[in-house]
């Protein structure tokens, strides 16, 4: 009784949870015809699917901005690890003067919103001339004091004694790092690397400032566009677009859904 | 052997010069390792920080010749601005409906998928989707979910006799309507800290409760679950805290803040003086508020996280 | 001579002194244990020699070289590690290769794929493959070679670390507690391989433990290590039968040495517990002295005149030998004495005890702790040590 009620209530909740997935998949389905119902309907009477999804990618280069969202949340995760590694490694596992001060700004930066250096970034990528480009999506990210205290946590789980065998055996500090450090912290990488293509995908505020030409828009941005040039004429290919933008991230989510929650809840909780 | 004599000058040869150089490397390493992390720390955290303080105390405007420093008079004047407080109150507000609605389904859901019985993966996932999926296409969808003639929210409600509403135009509803998508996005999130709080709280611990005469789940929970996840808690309700200040994606592809104004937040204040109406000073100003209030509760978080670490 | 040599190392951490000025030569092939309590410094040394510290002060000299500042991979040296410090993602093969890689190899050499650009490169990797699978078969691992050391028990896991520092036939091996994460059983038999590999090889090993045992049953000698001092090196006969100081005697044995009290009388004779040893002392009379007398130095007398009464408070019963706890008057501790089995069959706890020293000379230490030398009363003693 007791576990009917549960998944009762359950499954309404996900129901709940769902719908607007569920009614945005239905609607990009729909011929026009069908959109504007003054009822419920679920699937179409007549299929339209083809229709909608051609005429999305012709309204607007969903692909491109596909590629875009792709080239910047690579990028700027390949980055974040080739600086934050290092970073981290030297702050769990060698002594030097300013150990503490380096690790204290870091614990600072933490604190800050990145909305909240909006400003000053435009102006200086302003003043740099890189605004509405890759590189203004790209380079603010690119340091991650999150990943430095989250890669530097888990490198202080790493024995000593491994990192001295490497050094007996030959491999400099850099080629620990690489060689010994990253693969051990396989597991905690992917996590950070999950955080961080999630978050980024998903940004909206940063490239809506950063940007103004359309080739270079992220999935968010596009979306955004396409629907502020469509709504209201036709929702059909706006919701087959909409699906379009969302659905990498969620197939992904849903192929290896443990690992992308743990991931989100291990880097949440630090 | 000890009794062995050693000459001991004449024995040991000269370090070789190369020790000196290792030796100056070995104190260089770590700096150079740390160095680029550093110098993008200070380039693109500190700085702008410090920048934005600064920018705030100024009349900058993008593209104007002159600068001038001003003193507290952005501040003066976003004081002495409805639309400031309005933004403030809206904030706030928001806060106030997602914080307590989100932490509550989040702990909720969690203690059903862990109560027992089959399909937690499946449940957990579902709940977790919103999260995932990137919140502009999935306003989009909500946006056409709450029209007033075609949406679904509205034909449902007709579909038992309802009365529908004009969710997104109507200035009481539109905060509200924002909140419930916020809700919407953040409770699953919520619920896997949850269901990581709740999975490492050990199993003896109910036994025990059990052995006490803590017979009902809910005497249970009330003995066991809720204490022992009231650092969890704190902490959920912290993050989400956090993140529901940030709210802006929404407001801008729903409502640009309105109807007049009735959801009109911080950030998308400081959007548009800084990036609509290029008054950088007076953005500059908004976003050091903004900065407080977020820094306020990142570090009652830190506190949070050092406690639980001592407790450990 | 001596290959190995460290002179007056002092190391200092955050104004704590680790090490207190430390000289000790190394022979070559030899086999020498560095051991003492936990704290003692005796892991510090172990890795200033191997480069993986810094000396404070002193230097350490490999073959007649002054090698302070020099790197550890430049050092020669090869170290076994207290958590085998295998690299978890890879093979044993590649576990015990990464050394030799790093030292013939260079850096674009090392690249993925290089064997098919780089010229040189496939003869060096033969020759490296020549040399880990020999060493694998001289450990018994070559069955294990494909495996990742999560697959392995942790005395393989160990065997593997002993590879990879076997391959690369290091001037010295330097083995920081490598047995302290087996279980007992393992432990006995893994000494017995670590000394028969050091036959074999013919190299200098340069041991740390704090398990006395250990250093006992592998060591050519012994150094004992006290609060950042070696207080004693000799042999472990030596150590055991002539420590020089009563925290050695203390250390070393096990079950421990009985510490007794005791006092020059008179004419010059030691006196324990009311009972005058057959031993004299050249200090002043009166002046108090402590007395180590072993387990097994001691013996139930037939007669209860010129002996120590007591009563059983305890027996260990080992099987091949049995330790049996005595309350005596006069002392608080329980006095342990070592007993055959068959010596030892009419006592149980609460049976009275008569016990008295065997003629072995114990050893006498000052009320610093400093031996004393001692010289029997009568000729008919054998002087032992």
């Known amino acids: ?270 | 052997m000890a009794d062995i004599a050693l000459d001991r000058s004449a024995e040991v040869a000269a370090p070789p010069r190369a020790t000196a150089l290792e030796r100056f490397q070995h104190h260089w390493t770590a700096l150079a390792l740390s160095f680029p992390a550093l110098f993008l720390m200070v380039l693109l955290l500190i700085g702008p920080v410090v920048t934005v303080l600064i920018m705030s105390f100024t009349d900058y405007q993008l593209g104007a010749s002159t600068v001038a420093f001003i003193g507290l008079q952005n501040y003066r004047d976003l004081f002495a601005d409805r639309v400031f407080w309005t933004s403030l109150g809206n904030t706030l507000k928001y806060v106030a409906i997602v914080v307590p609605a989100s932490v509550a389904l989040g702990l909720g859901i969690a203690l059903l998928i862990e109560s027992g019985g089959g399909l937690r993966t499946f449940y957990r996932a579902v709940f977790f989707i919103p999260v995932m999926a990137t919140l502009i296409a999935m306003a989009i969808s909500w946006e056409y979910m709450l029209h007033p003639q075609f949406g679904l929210i509205n034909l449902l409600l007709k579909a038992v006799g309802l009365a529908p509403h004009a969710w997104l135009t109507d200035p009481a509803l539109a905060l509200p309507t924002l909140a419930a998508i916020g809700i919407w996005q953040l409770f699953g999130f919520n619920m896997v800290l949850f269901l990581a709080g709740l999975v490492s709280i050990p199993r003896h611990l109910y036994d025990a409760a059990a052995l006490d005469g803590a017979q009902s789940a809910w005497s249970r929970f009330w003995l066991v679950t809720w204490p022992m996840l009231g650092p969890v808690t704190m902490f959920v309700v912290i993050i989400s805290a956090i993140r529901s200040f940030q709210v802006f994606d929404t407001v801008h592809v729903l409502t640009k803040g309105g109807p007049n104004k009735a959801s009109e937040v911080l950030l998308y204040t400081m959007y548009s003086e800084g990036f609509e109406f290029f008054r950088s000073g007076l953005a500059a100003a908004v976003a050091v508020i903004f900065l407080v209030f977020v820094l306020t509760l990142t570090v009652i978080k830190a506190r949070l996280i050092e406690k639980k670490v001592h407790y450990a | 001579m001596a290959q190995l040599a460290v002179r007056n190392i002092r190391k200092t951490f955050d104004r704590t002194e680790v090490l207190r000025g430390v000289d000790l030569e190394i022979a070559h092939g030899e086999f020498i244990s560095l051991v003492g309590p936990s704290g003692c410094g005796k892991s510090t040394l172990l890795r200033i020699i191997a480069g993986l510290e810094r000396q404070s002060e002193g230097a350490v000299v490999i073959e007649a070289r002054d090698v302070s500042g020099v790197k550890a991979s430049r050092r020669d040296l090869a170290m076994v590690f207290q958590s085998y410090a295998l690299y978890p993602h890879l093979s044993v093969f590649d576990n015990i290769a990464v050394p030799l890689r790093m030292r013939r190899l260079n850096a674009w050499q090392r690249l993925p794929l290089a064997a098919w650009v780089v010229p040189g490169t496939r003869r060096i990797q033969r020759e490296i493959r020549a040399d880990v699978e020999r060493a694998a078969d001289l450990l018994g691992l070559t069955e294990l070679l494909a495996r990742r050391p999560g697959q392995l028990s942790g005395g393989q896991r160990q065997r593997v670390a002993v590879g990879r520092a076997i391959v690369r036939q290091p001037k010295a091996f330097l083995l920081d507690e490598p047995l302290s994460n087996l279980d007992a059983k393992l432990r006995v038999h893994m000494r017995a391989e670590i000394a028969q590999l050091h036959r074999r090889l013919g190299a200098t090993f340069i041991y740390v433990t704090h398990d006395q045992a250990e250093a006992m049953t592998m060591s050519d000698r012994i150094a004992v290590m006290m609060a950042g001092n070696i207080v004693q090196v000799g042999t472990p006969d030596e150590i055991y039968n002539r420590p020089q100081d009563i925290r050695v005697a203390e250390f070393i044995g096990s079950p421990k040495i009985n510490i007794l009290p005791g006092r020059v009388d008179a004419d010059g004779r030691v006196r324990v517990l009311g009972l005058a040893l057959d031993q004299r002392l050249d200090v002043p009379s009166g002046t108090p002295i402590q007395v180590g007398i072993r387990p097994e130095a001691l013996r139930p007398a037939t007669v209860a005149d010129g002996a120590w009464r007591g009563t059983v408070s305890h027996v260990e019963n080992l099987g091949s030998e049995v330790f049996v706890h005595a309350a005596v008057g006069g002392f608080d501790a329980p006095v342990l004495c070592r007993l055959e089995p068959g010596e030892a069959r009419t006592l149980g706890v609460g049976s009275p005890v008569t016990l008295v020293p065997k003629p072995a000379m114990p050893s006498f230490f000052d009320a610093e702790g400093r031996r004393l030398g001692a010289r029997p009363v009568a000729y008919r003693q054998v002087v032992n040590g």
Not at chain 1, 168 to 181: K, P
Not at chain 1, 223 to 235: C, H, I, K, W
């Open chain 1, 1 to 270: 009784m007791t576990a009917f009620l549960r998944h009762a209530v359950l499954l309404v909740l996900a129901a709940v949870t769902l719908l607007p997935f569920a009614w945005m998949i239905s609607t990009s389905l729909k011929p026009r015809s069908e959109v504007f119902l003054s009822e419920i309907r679920w699937w179409p009477e007549k299929l339209h699917a083809v229709e909608n999804y051609t005429a999305a990618f012709a309204k607007a280069p969903l692909l491109q901005f596909l590629l875009n969202g792709a080239i910047v949340t690579a990028s700027i995760f390949v980055l974040q690890a080739l600086i934050a590694l290092p970073a981290a490694y030297a702050l769990a596992k060698l002594r030097f003067h300013g150990r503490q001060t380096v690790f204290a700004l870091v614990l600072f930066c933490i604190l800050i919103p990145p909305q909240a250096i909006a400003v000053p970034l435009f102006l200086l990528f302003h003043h740099l001339g890189i605004l509405d480009s890759y590189a203004a999506l790209i380079l603010p990210f690119i340091i991650s004091v999150f990943g430095i205290f989250l890669m530097r946590q888990f490198f202080l789980t790493v024995p000593d004694d491994l990192i001295d065998a490497a050094r007996m055996d030959g491999i400099s500090e850099l080629g620990i790092v690489w060689r010994v450090m990253l693969p051990t912290a396989i597991p905690a990488v992917t996590a950070f690397g999950i955080f961080s293509v999630v978050a980024h995908w998903n940004d909206y505020f940063w490239p809506l400032i950063a940007l103004n030409s359309e080739p270079l828009f992220t999935p968010p941005l596009g979306v955004a566009a396409f629907r502020n040039a469509e709504a209201g004429t036709d929702y059909g290919p706006l919701m087959a677009a909409a699906t379009i933008i969302i659905a990498p991230l969620v197939v992904a989510f849903l192929l290896a859904q443990r690992r992308f929650i743990e991931g989100i809840a291990f880097t949440g909780l630090k």
